[in-house]
């Protein structure tokens, strides 16, 4: 009976473990047959992806011949070791020298912690170890001559990878102007300034790739019929001028710190066409003790102007038939409404014309704007909505500030709102806005839209050219302007801005001293804004330009705080401009333009395009040359660079100087803007890579 039971056990286990093989044998016959093509792809899927392949976005360039980029795109590397194709003994004789250099270079990691980790790699056969990314053309150049880096990618197994950056050569030079722009993958893009409003010009057309994963969560390109190649972006060609915009942020920062104010903003446009030729936005940050630019104040910050406001003001008045700027008022110091007040700051001017009113910027002008509107208030407001200042100016870039004019109908519409607003509380407008108003008057009555792009260019190509826009094309008439401009020059001549007349030209503006609002707290903590609108030269004006100050603690008069900021840009860009009128005036005794030295390839395409002959001398030999004006052409002559010698860069524009100095090894460091003047290591002298060479442009 046992034996019986025993032998049953048997055959049971038997027959499972044959149902078990049978089962084993069957799923894999099943995977084999039926699955097999779909496994492979999926493990495929886990080493191999299509991937996007960010397009190089178009660069961002300055307004003048230079073609000063303000933000580009520079190649970027990556580099990594293929242990795998390393011959053994070429790893093992030279292990030590590789881990030597790699410390130098890298003093993040001793050499024998390079040492101890690559032999690690090499005993495991790693194929693709990570070593470094971000690294520049000239430290890729100097990586190449490493031991075993040097026997290149199928000897030495250097893999280098190549990607895109953004960078901005001017640093925080108008920053936020030229702002940013962030992709978010399935969420809103964070888009600022003008990379943000012009990014889809900017970004161009994305690629794809086969990549391959290769270690952790990195992966490397392979090569692929199916791969779609991206499509670089558009360049973009502002109105900002490099040489303007450094003496603008220069002349604000000096007076902030001066007079250590919390923020301060200035912008200059040209009168005729609204083009914004530099901006400035500087705020204090606590914490590092510095001014950077942090926020566009000029564009967005929309705040009570104060008596910058009372052009707008007596132009309804004069325009409507209230007054004439003759008319004699009586400036007791004092102008009473209601339970409140309006001084002139204990001063008491006594009897003088309207004129005279707005130079000593008199608060008499409350008085004169509540005497003509107390019964019509709407009417003032109609006014004032005429011109067009109660709405934005719609900027290209983002996050232009709503301006601020009550209607009489609005409930906190008081007795006292329309004398406040003629000297410019209770309303609002950003530092663009109103000078903005001060352009139009300077244009002879054309308000026009700031604008800071001209065009756009792929290639030689003009994509977009951007031409003067006109909101109102005319904001009064010619006799009520006749009277405007006789008031604001007056304001420099005699009145309170007097201490700001220049030399060899004339300057219109307003001054403006107001308090800032606290929220709940109201005007209580004593902040102030002092400003500074105007123009220059006040016969046929070239350029507007506004200057605001918060938080002033020396000084809190606009004359003195932003009038001495907006003379030092006027002072100097009047002169950049009286020099630059010679030099026309010089050149057009050539027949041909100014050329500079450079990539031949790229100045052969630019020839050819705009029709002038050229004198190639350089025998095709060599890819920079040197140009030279001549009678009936422009010669090319050829640039000789030799070997381990710095090349002569001087007359080169900025980036193919970069371009070459990198490719010697070399770090560049730009001072100043325009062509190359001078360069800090001569021509002609032994190179040592990565010694850093100053280029002084100019």
Known sequence: MKNKESLIRLYSVYFLVLFMGLAIVVQIFYLQIFKGEQLKLDANKQIFMSKKVLAPRGNIYASNEQKTSLALSVPRYKIYIDFKVIDSLLFFDNIQSLSDSLSSFFNYRSSEKWKKLFIEEKLNESQFFFVERGLRNDQIERLKNFPIFNQGKFKGGCIILKSNQRVKPYGMLANRTVGYAVENEGKKPILVGIEGAFNEYLKGRNGQMIMEKIRGNEWKPKEDEFSIEPVPGSD?????????????????LKQLREQKAERGCAVLMEVKTGFIKAIANLSFDPKTETYFEAQNHAVGLASEPGSTFKLASLLVALEQGKVEITDSVDMTGRYEFYDNYLTDGGKVYGRNTIKDAFEKSSNVISQIIYDNYKKEPQEFIDGL????????????????????????????????????????????????????????????????????????????????????????????????????????????????????????FKIAGKTGTSKIAQGSKGYGDNKYQASFCGYFPTKDPMYSCIVVVQGPTKNIFGSVVSGTVFKEIADKVYAQEFQKENIVLKDTLNRYPYSRSGDKKSFLIASKNMGIPVEDLTA???????????????????????????????????????????????????????????????????????????????
């Open 236 to 252: 973009v060609y502002t109105s900002i001028d490099i040489n303007i915009q450094d003496v603008a942020e220069s002349a604000l």
């Open 385 to 504: 909505k005429k011109i067009g200042i109660h709405q934005k100016l719609g900027l290209s870039i983002l996050g232009e500030g709503m301006p601020l004019i009550k209607e009489s109908s609005d409930p906190t519409f008081t007795g006292i709102t329309l004398p406040w607003m003629s000297i410019g509380y209770e309303l609002k407008m950003t530092p663009l806005q109103t000078l903005a108003l001060y352009n139009a008057v300077a244009n002879e009555g054309a308000l026009l839209q700031p604008q800071f792009v001209k065009y756009i260019k792929k290639g030689s190509e003009v994509q977009k050219e951007y031409k003067p826009r006109i909101l109102n094309s005319s904001i009064c008439s010619k006799a009520t302007l006749r009277d405007l401009k006789a008031m604001l020059e007056g304001v420099v001549e005699r009145g309170t801005a007097k201490n700001i007349k220049a030399r060899g």
């Open 620 to 698: 095709n030999s060599n890819e920079w040359i040197t140009t030279k004006t001549g009678k009936d052409a422009i010669k090319l002559i050829y640039k000789k660079t030799q070997k381990g010698l710095v090349p002569n860069v001087v007359g080169m524009g900025l980036i193919d100087a970069t371009y070459m100095l990198e490719k010697f090894g070399l770090f560049v460091q730009p001072v100043g803007s325009g062509i190359v003047r001078d360069q800090s290591i001569k021509a002609g002298l032994r190179i040592n890579k990565g010694q850093k060479i100053v280029l002084q442009l100019g």
